[in-house]
C-alpha cells in the first residue's frame, strides 16, 4: 500500500475506534477504545513524516468514506459485539474483549491456556455444526421424500427423488460453507498480513495498544506494559499475541474451507440419508412406514443430542425435534396428496 494508504486506514481506524468508544460510555472499554484512537491518530502522523520526507504532499484531512460510515451506523445500532466480524475487516482492533465471555478468566502471557481455551471451543463447534447438518438433511429430505410419496405411490419416484434432494442439498452446503470459510479465511490471513507489517514498521506503538487490551482486563498498567514488551521483543509470539488479542483470532484454527466443505456435505448426506434407506431396501408400503419410524428414532436422537448445546433436558429435546419434523412431514405429505389428486384429475 502507498503511504497515503497507510495513512487513511489508520485514520479510519481511529473513527471506528471512537465509535465503539461512544457505545462503551461509563464502562472501562471506553477508555480503551479513546486511547487506541490517539495510538490510531499518532500512527497516522508516521506516515504524514514518512510523506514529507518523501517530498510529498500529505491529506489536509480525513474524510470516512461510505463504508466507514456504513460500519459506523450498525455498529452504533447493533453495538460492537454483534458487529464485531465488520470491525475486525476494517482494521479496529481489541475485538478480543468482545469474543471472550468471560475476561476474568484470561491468563496474560499464557499462551497454552489460551489455545487450550480455543480448541475446546472449537471443537464442541464443530460436533454442533455436524448435529445441525445432520438435522437439516434429516428434516429437509424427510419433508421432500414424503411430500413426493403424498403425490405418487410409485417407489421408484419417491427414490429418484430422495436421491435428488440428498445430493442437491449436500453439495448446497458444502459449496455454501467453503464459500464462507474461504472468504473469513482470507479476511482473517489479510488481517494478521497488516499486524505483521505493522509489528515491523512500528513495535512500540503495537506493545502500546497490546498493553491497553490487557489493562482492560483487569491488570495494573505497568504489570501490563511490561508483558506487552516482553511479547513484542519475540516476533513470532508477538504476532501470535497480536492476533488473538487485537483480533481475536486463533492463528492456528482459521478454518480449512475444503475440511469445511466436506464435512458439510457428510453431515447432511448422512440425514437425508436415513428417511431414504428403507425405500432402496425395501417395498412399499413397508417402506413408508419403516421410513418414518426410523426417521422419528433420528429426529428424536438429534434433538436430545442438540439439548448438549442449549442447555435444556434431553428428553424435551428429543420431543421438540421429533414434533418439528413431524409437522414438517405431515405438511408436505399432505401438501403432496393435494397436488396428486389435483394433477390425476
Avoid at 505497568?222 to 499475541?241: C, F, S, W, Y
Wanted: include cysteine; charged fraction near 20%; hydrophobic fraction near 45%.
Amino acid at each position: 500500500m502507498s503511504l497515503v494508504d497507510n495513512w487513511k486506514e489508520e485514520k479510519r481506524s481511529a473513527f471506528l475506534y471512537r465509535i465503539v468508544a461512544k457505545c462503551e460510555v461509563g464502562t472501562v472499554r471506553e477508555g480503551l477504545f479513546n486511547q487506541l484512537a490517539r495510538e490510531a491518530d499518532s500512527q497516522a502522523e508516521i506516515w504524514v513524516e514518512n510523506m514529507k520526507r518523501e517530498g510529498a504532499s500529505p491529506p489536509k484531512e480525513y474524510v470516512p468514506d461510505f463504508r466507514s460510515r456504513l460500519v459506523a451506523f450498525l455498529t452504533k445500532q447493533f453495538g460492537p459485539r454483534s458487529s464485531r466480524l465488520l470491525l475486525i475487516a476494517m482494521k479496529v482492533r481489541g475485538m478480543s474483549l468482545y469474543a471472550v465471555s468471560d475476561p476474568r478468566h484470561f491468563v496474560p502471557g499464557s499462551t497454552k491456556g489460551h489455545e487450550g481455551r480455543h480448541k475446546g471451543l472449537s471443537g464442541g463447534g464443530n460436533l454442533r455444526a455436524a448435529v445441525f447438518g445432520v438435522n437439516d438433511g434429516l428434516v429437509s429430505n424427510l419433508s421432500l421424500i414424503l411430500g413426493v410419496a403424498g403425490a405418487v405411490a410409485d417407489s421408484g419416484v419417491i427414490v429418484l427423488a430422495g436421491i435428488a434432494g440428498l445430493l442437491a442439498g449436500a453439495f448446497s452446503m458444502a459449496a455454501g460453507e467453503f464459500v464462507s470459510v474461504r472468504s473469513q479465511r482470507e479476511m482473517y490471513e489479510y488481517q494478521i498480513g497488516l499486524e505483521a507489517e505493522e509489528l515491523e514498521q512500528y513495535p512500540e506503538e503495537e506493545a502500546g495498544e497490546l498493553a491497553l487490551i490487557y489493562e482492560a482486563r483487569g491488570i495494573p498498567r505497568t504489570m501490563a506494559q511490561k508483558m506487552a514488551n516482553e511479547i513484542i521483543a519475540d516476533p513470532d509470539r508477538a504476532l501470535d499475541a497480536l492476533a488473538r488479542e487485537e483480533l481475536g483470532l486463533n492463528p492456528d484454527e482459521l478454518g480449512s474451507p475444503v475440511g469445511a466443505a466436506v464435512s458439510s456435505f457428510l453431515a447432511f448426506g448422512t440425514g437425508a440419508l436415513i428417511p431414504l434407506l428403507p425405500f432402496l431396501f425395501a417395498q412399499s408400503p413397508n417402506a413408508f412406514v419403516l421410513s418414518i419410524a426410523l426417521t422419528a428414532v433420528a429426529l428424536f436422537g438429534v434433538g436430545a443430542t442438540v439439548s448438549l448445546f442449549v442447555g435444556r433436558g434431553a428428553i424435551y429435546g428429543g420431543f421438540r425435534m421429533l414434533l418439528i419434523g413431524t409437522l414438517a412431514g405431515a405438511v408436505t405429505y399432505f401438501i403432496g396428496h393435494l397436488l396428486g389428486v389435483q394433477l390425476i384429475h
